[in-house]
């Protein structure tokens, strides 16, 4: 009212400012674009066209699993909804002593306690640092390049004018230099004059670029997964994804300010990585911490060829969101986050009419099962082409987040991520080995979070560019030491356990 004069005109400010945030909504949504934009695009451009999905239709159905009729669908899904009905009733009785119970109607969580770790495992784990020793970085990515010979994925592109002789000393220095935020200019300077500042920028221009870091980084997660001891760890059907906060410098779109951890004045942008349960970094993306993280989940498991179907897949709260439940479960990955507020969350049920006894009451909504089944060819349609790439999986999942429930596709995915949310939090809650798999994933990714701290050690662990090129750069050589650093390690580890099992 405040914005309307008496004679019911509207304040130029206020609509000036109405048209902006309607503008910035369509955009988001997509129903405002630029034509030939990466990431304005029309949202109807981020999936296959119509002449396109007529003639991928049959084949998507297949290649995928699912019939083209919605009823199929749906008994698997009523039959994975009862089984959760089944266990939370089991397992929600106060008298049992177990972690989720109702108390007044109300879902009431019992603290788990820590996991048990005895003596003998804390004296072996100082037993084998204490023979491990200290080596230096180019220390281990000279003995590794001597083992599997990786420097040979970074060649020249076609068209290089060879300037100056490049060797492996100049190329490790690069990479240490990027890696560990160092810097070329500092990094000449620590060699004393054996490695120029002009070889060092020579061979990060024309070998250091991310497709030959990314061959690089595969290559050693490959072989780190054929040993023994990796293989212990897990068998790369488990991963997670977590982001890191660093400081910026410069002033660059992707900075933002994250006050929670880095205060008012400081901005900041997020490394976002993807852990396996081998420990090895799969995927690295460097993203604004003002945005979710949910939307760059979908992004490392379908780049990533070890990534199988039914694959399962933890994230924190930060990292979920209800149309990434449905897009997850399509593609066939299970998606296991680990929910802050679990009490608070809503489950919702099938059928509204349904009663479920004494549970029935920690149900607070039901699902639009009719939207879903009105939208199943175009689900389908979503699922295939991100399956094939038509467009980056996090600008589809941003632009279905936007465009909300007004849009029957994005209503009727978030519907069903509604259910597919249910149906984890009915099993999470009732399975221990669940929710400590899911924690055990989430903390390798922390201990990942220190090694990468500890690597980043120039300027103060600091980015002093604003260029993003050179930030994906710098956050991929770090994910490469980083493995690299792993597979050093680990038959050094292995050979220690061996040598105390001989004697």
Not at 87 to 93: I, S
Not at 344 to 364: A, M
Request: hydrophobic share 40%; proline share 2%; with cysteine.
């Amino acid at each position: 009212r405040k914005a309307i004069h008496k004679n019911n005109t509207v304040s130029r400010r206020t609509w000036e400012m109405a048209l902006y945030y309607a503008v910035k909504n369509n955009i988001e949504k997509g129903d405002i674009y630029l034509e030939q934009s990466k990431k304005h695009q029309y949202f109807w451009n981020t999936v296959y066209s119509d002449a396109e999905w007529k003639t991928e239709k049959p084949f998507a159905f297949n290649t995928l699993g699912f019939t083209e009729s919605f009823h199929d669908m749906l008994a698997i899904l009523k039959k994975e909804y009862t089984e959760g009905i089944a266990l939370a009733k089991y397992h929600l009785d106060s008298s049992k002593n177990t972690f989720a119970y109702i108390d007044k109607g109300e879902l009431k969580l019992r603290k788990e306690d820590a996991l048990y770790i005895p003596d003998s495992t804390k004296k072996l784990k100082k037993f084998i640092e204490s023979k491990m020793g200290i080596v230096r970085i180019e220390e281990v990515l000279s003995d590794l390049d001597k083992t599997y010979q990786f420097s040979r994925f970074f060649v020249s592109p076609e068209g290089f004018e060879k300037k100056l002789v490049l060797d492996n000393k100049t190329l490790y220095a690069a990479i240490v230099a990027l890696g560990t935020n160092l810097g070329f200019v500092d990094m000449a300077n620590s060699t004393l004059d054996i490695i120029s500042l002009e070889k060092l920028k020579h061979v990060a221009q024309w070998c250091i670029r991310p497709d030959v870091i990314n061959e690089a980084n595969d290559f050693l997660i490959k072989k780190h997964s054929e040993h023994p001891l990796a293989q212990l760890h897990g068998d790369f059907t488990w991963s997670g994804s977590d982001g890191d906060r660093f400081c910026i410098q410069k002033s660059t779109n992707l900075a933002s300010f994250y006050p929670k951890a880095f205060g008012y004045y400081q901005k900041v942008i997020t490394i976002y990585t993807h852990l396996s349960d081998q420990y090895s970094v799969f995927s690295t993306q460097v993203i604004s911490c003002g945005l979710r993280e949910a939307s760059y989940v979908l992004n490392g498991l379908l780049n990533h060829q070890m990534i199988n179907n039914m694959h399962f897949h933890c994230t924190d709260t930060g990292g979920y969101t209800h149309q990434l439940f449905a897009l997850c479960y399509l593609l066939k990955f299970s998606f296991q986050p680990r929910l802050k507020d679990l009490t608070n969350q809503t489950l919702y049920k099938i059928d509204k009419n349904d009663h479920y006894g004494e549970i029935d009451s920690i149900f607070n909504g039901y699902i639009d099962m009719d939207c879903i089944a009105e939208q199943w060819e175009q689900l389908i349609r979503i699922i295939a082409s991100l399956k094939n790439q038509v467009a980056p999986a996090h600008l589809v999942l941003q632009k279905l987040s936007a465009r909300g429930s007004s849009d029957r596709v994005s209503k009727a995915m978030m519907e069903l991520g509604k259910l597919i949310k249910t149906i984890y939090i009915l099993h999470y809650i009732s399975k221990p080995d669940l929710r400590r798999k899911v924690q055990l994933q989430l903390n390798r990714g922390e201990s990942r979070h220190y090694l990468a701290r500890h690597i980043f050690f120039g300027n103060q662990g600091e980015f002093k560019t604003a260029d993003y090129e050179e930030i994906m750069n710098i956050a991929s050589c770090l994910s490469l030491l980083s493995n690299a650093v792993l597979l050093w390690n680990t038959p050094r580890i292995y050979a220690i356990v061996e040598e105390l099992r001989r004697s």
